[in-house]
Antibody, heavy 123, light 109 residues
Framework: QVHLQESGPGLVKPSETLSLTCNVSGDSIITQRYYWGWIRQPPGRELEWIGSIHFSGSTYYNPSLKTRVTISVDTSTNQFSLRLSSVTAADTAVYYC???????????????WGQGTLVTVSS | EIVMTQSPATLSVSPGERATLSCRASQSVSSNLAWYQQKRGQAPRLLIYGASTRATGIPVRFSGSGSGTEFTLTISSLQSEDFAVYYCQHYNNWPPALTFGGGTKVEIK
């Protein structure tokens, strides 16, 4: 059974870069069946897709965050990472990493999630 | 940009009763629609995809319907563990993108 675990700082200063890593265990990140993604949820608010990555390195980002987001994958460690630059208080959220299943070429939905990690942007 | 709108924001239901949740897309999304359940302090759980296909292990009391712009999640007989927030999510054919609705909280009446 796949297990995903986010790690990274829980506090980031405004204008700095948020960096998180998702460790995947119980499944190889090298698979055609899944994409890997980041989804966030500000306190008390709805979910927001940040972006998705294929093990080959193909990435797709939310247009509203595209200029600030980089998602990368490290197949040697079975991990993928998120970097979000120039953060503000509006980026305070629980950040989830997730495994996204694919039907054909369509990335459908997140079937497995990490427990989530709260990142607070504050000086 | 497709916008997903859920209604009502809060639904008060007694245990054993039926709950009907709505999700509307700002333009047709065919059947590219998923539903999740999120309990307080937990990650979401996938319930439905393809508008009406239950995910693995999801009880039959959860059913999804609709296509185009109007979708419904029905919980036929609410159990105590079903009180939670439910989100709909559109998935784009290409390029890959996910768009979530604002959520419906199902609370005990």
């Amino acid at each position: 059974q796949v297990h995903l675990q986010e790690s990274g700082p829980g506090l980031v200063k405004p204008s700095e870069t948020l960096s998180l890593t998702c460790n995947v265990s119980g499944d190889s990140i090298i698979t055609q069946r899944y994409y890997w993604g980041w989804i966030r949820q500000p306190p008390g608010r709805e979910l927001e897709w940040i972006g998705s990555i294929h093990f080959s390195g193909s990435t797709y980002y939310n247009p509203s965050l595209k200029t600030r987001v980089t998602i990368s994958v490290d197949t040697s460690t079975n991990q993928f990472s998120l970097r979000l630059s120039s953060v503000t208080a509006a980026d305070t959220a629980v950040y989830y990493c997730a495994r996204l299943f694919v039907e054909g070429v369509v990335v459908v939905a997140a079937t497995s999630w990490g427990q989530g990690t709260l990142v607070t942007v504050s000086s | 940009e497709i916008v997903m709108t859920q209604s009502p924001a809060t639904l008060s239901v007694s245990p054993g009763e039926r709950a009907t949740l709505s999700c509307r897309a700002s333009q047709s999304v065919s059947s590219n629609l998923a539903w999740y359940q999120q309990k307080r302090g937990q990650a979401p759980r996938l319930l439905i995809y393809g508008a009406s296909t239950r995910a693995t292990g999801i009880p039959v009391r959860f059913s999804g319907s609709g296509s185009g712009t109007e979708f419904t999640l029905t919980i036929s007989s609410l159990q105590s563990e079903d009180f939670a927030v439910y989100y709909c999510q559109h998935y784009n054919n290409w390029p890959p993108a996910l768009t979530f609705g604002g959520g419906t909280k199902v609370e005990i009446k």
